[in-house]
Nanobody, 117 residues
Framework: QVQLVESGGGSVQAGGSLKLSCAAS????????MGWYRQAPGKERELVST???????TYANSVKGRFTISQDYAKNTLYLQMNSLKTEDTAVYYC???????????WGQGTQVTVSS
């Protein structure tokens, strides 16, 4: 099992920045990458960004150039630096870790990000 705990969410004005953190614990050797998803009210959950064990990153087009995913292996912590935030970035952000054997994600409890105009 892998446990994920997000932090760093909050309220910010459009154009501002936030940095999300995700502390991971448990059988981390069983994972093959981590990522961030988000879910806005009334919308489906969407993939925001991923980082693989070799450091390869991906981003949704809507956040490319504004968000940066990174990982501190020594601290077992995943980050999402979010700059130039827009009102449409308002959502609950979830940290995930992908299990190598079957690709199923472990999920954190989520952290709320609210961007106001």
């Amino acid at each position: 099992q892998v446990q994920l705990v997000e932090s760093g969410g909050g309220s910010v004005q459009a154009g501002g920045s936030l940095k999300l953190s995700c502390a991971a614990s448990g059988y981390l050797f069983s994972t093959c990458g981590m990522g961030w998803y988000r879910q806005a009210p009334g919308k489906e959950r969407e993939l925001v960004s991923t980082i693989s064990n070799d450091g390869t990153t991906t981003y949704a087009n809507s956040v490319k150039g504004r968000f940066t995913i990174s990982q501190d292996y020594a601290k077992n912590t995943l980050y999402l630096q979010m700059n130039s935030l827009k009102t449409e970035d308002t959502a609950v952000y979830y940290c995930t870790a992908r299990r190598c054997t079957d690709g199923i994600n472990y999920w954190g409890q989520g952290t709320q990000v609210t961007v106001s105009s």
